[in-house]
C-alpha cells in the first residue's frame, strides 16, 4: 500500500510539472489578468494571438485597427520595395497582405472573399487616386487568389512584414497609406468594406 501510494504521488508530480504557465499580455506585452484579456478579446477592438512552447503559452491581444505615421526615410524605403517610381502626390498607398497558409485560409478552392469583386477597385477609385498593391510572405495556398488576374508581389526582403506585420494575423491583413505617411491598418479577416472605410477616413483627416 505504502508503494502505491509513492507511485501515485509520483505520477501526480510529473503531471504537474508538464503544466504550462498561461500568460496574458496586452499588445505592449505588459502582464494583465485572464478577465482583461477576455473582455479585450471580445469587444471586436482586439484580435487574440497565441504562442506555445514547451513551458508556456502566451496569449496576447493587439489592436485590430492600429493607427501610425512612417517618417520620410520609412515611406521611401516602402516605395522602393513596392516598386513605386513615380510621385504619389495625393495618392493612397493600399497593400493587402498574404500570410501564408493558416487555419483561416486552408481550404483548397477558388475563394470568393469579396476584395475580389469588380466594385472593389471601382468604388475605392472613386474614394481616392490609389497606388494597389498585393503582397505576400507565403505563397501556399496562393494559387486559390486568382493569380492569373491579380500581380502578387513577394516581400523580399520583409520590410512590408516588419513595418506592419509583425505577428502573423489569421487570414489576410490590410494597410492603407497616404502621402504624408499617416497610415491605419487592419490585422486579421476583413471585407471590400473596410477598406472602403479606412480610405474614407484617411481622406477626411487628409
Same mark, same amino acid.
Given at each position: 500500500m505504502k508503494y502505491i501510494i509513492i507511485f501515485c504521488l509520483?505520477?501526480?508530480?510529473?503531471? &504537474?510539472?508538464? #503544466? /504550462?504557465k498561461i500568460t496574458?499580455?496586452?499588445?505592449?506585452?505588459? @502582464?494583465?489578468? !485572464?478577465t482583461e484579456f477576455a473582455k479585450g478579446k471580445y469587444s471586436g477592438e482586439y484580435l487574440d494571438l497565441y504562442f506555445e512552447n514547451d513551458s508556456l503559452i502566451e496569449c496576447l491581444l493587439v489592436?485590430?485597427?492600429?493607427?501610425?505615421?512612417?517618417? @520620410?526615410?520609412?515611406?521611401? #524605403?516602402?516605395?522602393?520595395s513596392l516598386s513605386i517610381k513615380d510621385e504619389i502626390g495625393e495618392k493612397l498607398i493600399v497593400i493587402i497582405y498574404y500570410p501564408g497558409r493558416d487555419k483561416c485560409n486552408y /481550404? +483548397?478552392?477558388?475563394?470568393?472573399?469579396?476584395? &475580389?469583386?469588380r466594385d472593389?477597385? /471601382? @468604388?475605392?477609385? /472613386?474614394?481616392?487616386?490609389?497606388?494597389?498593391?498585393?503582397?505576400?510572405k507565403n505563397d501556399e495556398n496562393l494559387k486559390y487568389y486568382y493569380p492569373k488576374k491579380i500581380v502578387w508581389k513577394k516581400d523580399? %526582403? +520583409?520590410?512590408?512584414e516588419n513595418m506592419f506585420f509583425k505577428y502573423h494575423y489569421p487570414c489576410f491583413s490590410c494597410v492603407i497609406i497616404d502621402s @504624408?505617411?499617416?497610415?491605419?491598418?487592419?490585422?486579421? #479577416? &476583413?471585407?471590400?468594406?473596410?477598406?472602403? +472605410?479606412?480610405?474614407?477616413?484617411? !481622406?477626411? %483627416?487628409?
Amino acid at each position: 500500500m505504502k508503494y502505491i501510494i509513492i507511485f501515485c504521488l509520483l505520477i501526480s508530480s510529473c503531471l &504537474f510539472s508538464q #503544466e /504550462k504557465k498561461i500568460t496574458y499580455l496586452n499588445e505592449n506585452y505588459q @502582464k494583465i489578468d !485572464k478577465t482583461e484579456f477576455a473582455k479585450g478579446k471580445y469587444s471586436g477592438e482586439y484580435l487574440d494571438l497565441y504562442f506555445e512552447n514547451d513551458s508556456l503559452i502566451e496569449c496576447l491581444l493587439v489592436r485590430r485597427k492600429p493607427i501610425g505615421k512612417l517618417n @520620410k526615410n520609412q515611406l521611401d #524605403e516602402l516605395k522602393k520595395s513596392l516598386s513605386i517610381k513615380d510621385e504619389i502626390g495625393e495618392k493612397l498607398i493600399v497593400i493587402i497582405y498574404y500570410p501564408g497558409r493558416d487555419k483561416c485560409n486552408y /481550404k +483548397e478552392r477558388n475563394s470568393t472573399w469579396n476584395v &475580389f469583386d469588380r466594385d472593389y477597385l /471601382k @468604388k475605392l477609385n /472613386k474614394i481616392s487616386d490609389i497606388s494597389h498593391h498585393w503582397v505576400y510572405k507565403n505563397d501556399e495556398n496562393l494559387k486559390y487568389y486568382y493569380p492569373k488576374k491579380i500581380v502578387w508581389k513577394k516581400d523580399n %526582403n +520583409e520590410l512590408i512584414e516588419n513595418m506592419f506585420f509583425k505577428y502573423h494575423y489569421p487570414c489576410f491583413s490590410c494597410v492603407i497609406i497616404d502621402s @504624408k505617411g499617416n497610415f491605419i491598418a487592419n490585422y486579421g #479577416e &476583413f471585407g471590400k468594406q473596410t477598406v472602403w +472605410e479606412i480610405s474614407n477616413e484617411l !481622406k477626411k %483627416n487628409d
